[in-house]
């Protein structure tokens, strides 16, 4: 099993950056891609981006191409995300997840962490 926690969220004005951390323990060895996801009150959840385990290309939803950026420690086993100039509309709860190369789906899911921007 893996296990993911996230820290990093806070409330911040429109036009400021935070920086999400996504900390993985148990078989991380297990792990091929990790992502970030987001839900806000009321609607669905919804990619942010992901990257590789072992590193390469990043994806990014539409939403947020230019003003965050996914990145991963191995060493650390940690994974990041920059959020930069942020606005109302990126008030969420920011999920990290975690999957193996066998599955299209995340498997691994931390508990969330709450990230509102005030205008």
């Known amino acids: 099993q893996v296990q993911l926690v996230e820290s990093g969220g806070g409330l911040v004005q429109a036009g400021g950056s935070l920086r999400l951390s996504c900390a993985a323990g148990?078989?991380?060895?297990?792990?091929?891609?990790v992502a970030w996801f987001r839900q806000a009150p009321g609607k669905e959840r919804e990619f942010v981006a992901n990257i590789r385990w072992s590193g390469g290309a990043a994806q990014y939803a539409d939403s947020v191409t230019g003003r965050f950026t996914i990145s991963r420690d191995n060493v650390k086993n940690t994974m990041y995300l920059q959020m930069d100039n942020l606005n109302p509309e990126d008030t969420a709860i920011y999920y990290c997840?975690?999957?193996?190369?066998?599955?299209?789906?995340?498997?691994?899911w931390g508990r969330g962490t709450q990230v509102t921007v005030s205008s």
């Open positions: 148990g078989l991380t060895f297990n792990i091929y891609k």
């Open positions: 997840a975690g999957r193996t190369i066998s599955t299209d789906q995340y498997q691994y």
